[in-house]
């Protein structure tokens, strides 16, 4: 069975630039996660996705992160503009709905802001 | 705010040594959840632990879940270089995941 895939696995950008991430997870997985890792932490949620409506979104920046999963399959993730302290581990998870479901992480993005 | 603790931070050791690492919560959450992370790799799920007391073996690992459901343990028996990486300990409530900083073991050959 395919796991979680992301891309890209790498990327190297300059501050106020744009960036998008991309996430497929595994089929039949209704519930869908973004989380940022920054080095020598652990993960933290960003946002959640039920089938295409967002769940919990409490911890996102708003005012330069955006997530869409429009059509309850993929999403994306975009940080416009970057910030320096936006360097991190971006990771996706995915699970089956409901309360309990482990969550299966796919290997994440590795940005960094110069 | 709920915290998740964990010691030590990083931890390296020779082949065929036993060691142990901590999770410590500022509150109770209804689960607690141990993940090992891989260099490049996004974290594997190793073990859920629900009721105090519960201890969990998984091959050398054993897992404690304290009395009070706010403290959680990792004991790993004759470690060898396949089990280095972070270990991460997770608070769960309702689907969301709370981690700790994690540990990073070294075992080297």
């Known amino acids: 069975e395919a796991g979680v895939a992301q891309s890209p696995r790498y990327k190297i950008i300059e501050k106020r630039q744009s960036v998008a991430f991309w996430c497929n997870p595994i089929?039949?997985?209704?519930?869908l996660y973004w989380y940022q890792q920054i080095l020598g932490q652990g993960p933290k949620l960003l946002i959640q996705?039920?089938?295409?409506?967002?769940?919990?979104d409490s911890q996102l920046p708003k005012d330069r992160f955006s997530a869409e999963r429009l059509k309850g399959v993929d999403s994306t993730l975009k940080i416009q503009p970057a910030k320096l302290e936006d360097s991190a581990v971006y990771l996706c998870?995915?699970?089956?709905?409901?309360?309990?479901?482990?969550?299966?992480f796919g290997p994440g993005t590795r940005l960094l802001v110069l | 705010t709920q915290l998740l603790e964990q010691s030590p931070q990083f931890l390296s050791i020779q082949e065929g040594e036993n060691l142990t690492v901590y999770c410590n919560s500022s509150?109770?959450?209804?689960?607690l959840q141990w993940y090992r992370q891989e260099p490049g790799e996004g974290p594997v799920l190793l073990v859920t632990?629900?009721?105090?007391?519960e201890v969990k073996k998984l091959k050398r690992l054993t897992f404690q879940f304290g009395d009070a459901r706010k403290d959680s343990s990792l004991h790993i028996t004759a470690a060898q270089p396949g089990d280095t990486g972070l270990y991460l300990c997770?608070?769960?409530?309702?689907?969301?995941?709370?981690f700790g900083k994690g540990t990073l073991l070294t075992v080297n050959p």
């Open positions: 998870a995915s699970s089956f709905p409901g309360r309990g479901k482990t969550q299966y």
């Open positions: 089929s039949g997985h209704a519930t």
């Open positions: 996705f039920q089938n295409n409506g967002v769940v919990d």
């Open positions: 509150s109770v959450f209804s689960s």
């Open positions: 632990v629900v009721t105090g007391g």
């Open positions: 997770a608070g769960v409530d309702n689907y969301k995941l709370t």
